[in-house]
């Protein structure tokens, strides 16, 4: 049996899908964050050997089926953790053409595996990156929490605690939102939620964003205000990218990827307004199927194989 092997690797979660010489998917698994700028490279690693790990079993197949690996990962951008990590999937799988790319160009293959397409990617970070007629690319933002990721989980996430900082100071009651953010992380004290916020920044900012989205649901007008502002952020990034790559009286493919979507749709419809006056004949498309799907898709062509129409993809197992 020979398999090719896709993983999307973020901030908050691993996704390893295993597709056969057709291109259907035989096992979808989910595990543990693997971006080793926001933790290490050994927890990378563990947490991508853990997923395939348990795509395989799922498959009921060994390392050694493996024909072709693609790895869309964060961080993947810098040529040194790209190369960190093709070392190490070339170990565990010692028969397969192995390849590591950043997140944001196999993002982009869930849009459109070919021709103009732009994607506009959120979640735990936040980026866009997009390719033109004569195959130029470009992208914009992703950067890291510290200096970018506009729009993201995390960047919501800071937001709606200074919010909450804010009203503090102005001595206010606790609200609904900060109630939804505490009721998240498990804690009902302001100052229990800096302090356990502000030891694991990395980790606990982009798990506010969920209860963030549920008060919005709820119809709390401050939540809703700082997803409508992350909206406008996200569509900028979108916006520079269609400007650099000349796009915007062209005929092109526009999609969106990411945790942060589908959560609230006051982020949603203020996402969908903006991008829709970007350029005239832009089409709002959504993706074909996951990254981690496109990742397996790409490592069948990689080892020889064609592209094929994507098969439905099963329910993820945990």
């Known amino acids: ?31 543990n964050a693997s971006n080793p700028l926001r933790s290490s490279f050994a927890r990378a690693f563990t947490a991508l050997d853990d997923a395939a790990a348990r795509a395989l079993s799922a498959a009921h197949a060994e390392a050694a089926d493996v024909r072709g690996v693609t790895a869309g990962l964060a961080g993947a951008g810098q040529p040194r953790v790209a190369k960190r990590f093709v070392a190490f999937l070339s170990t565990r799988f010692r028969g397969a053409t192995v390849e590591a790319l950043p997140d944001l160009e196999i993002a982009l293959e869930t849009i459109a595996e070919r021709g103009p397409a732009v994607v506009l990617l959120a979640g735990t970070g936040s980026a866009a990156f997009g390719r033109n007629g004569e195959g130029r690319t ?10 970018s990721d506009e729009g993201s ?9 200074a919010s909450i900082a ?49 008060a919005a649901v709820a119809g709390d007008e401050t939540a809703c205000a700082i997803l409508r502002e992350a ?60 990254p981690a799907v496109a990742a397996a898709r790409r490592a069948l062509r990689l080892a020889g194989g064609s592209s094929v129409a994507a098969a439905p993809e099963p329910s993820p197992s945990s």
Not at 153 to 161: P, V
Not at 184 to 213: C, M, N, T, Y
Not at 244 to 271: M, N, Q
């Open 1 to 31: 049996m020979n398999l090719y092997l896709g993983l999307d690797g973020g901030g908050t979660k691993t996704q390893a899908v295993l597709v056969d010489e057709a291109g259907r998917v035989v096992a979808d698994i989910r595990g």
């Open 138 to 147: 470009a992208r914009a933002g992703g950067w890291g929490p510290w200096f």
């Open 153 to 161: 989980a995390f960047d919501i996430g800071r937001h709606a605690l």
């Open 166 to 214: 804010r009203a503090h100071d102005a001595g206010k009651p606790p609200g609904s939102l900060e109630q939804a953010i505490g009721a998240a992380l498990g804690v009902h004290d302001w100052q229990q939620l800096i302090e356990q916020v502000s030891r694991k920044p990395l980790e606990r900012l982009p798990a506010v964003f969920p209860a963030v989205a549920v």
């Open 231 to 290: 909206a406008e952020n996200l569509v900028a990034l979108a916006g520079a990218v269609i400007s650099r790559l000349g796009l915007e009286r062209s005929d092109f493919a526009l999609g969106r990827v990411g945790g942060v979507f589908g959560r609230a749709a006051c982020l949603d419809r203020r996402v969908e307004e903006l991008l829709a006056s970007l350029s005239p004949r832009v089409r709002l498309t959504p993706s074909r199927f996951s």
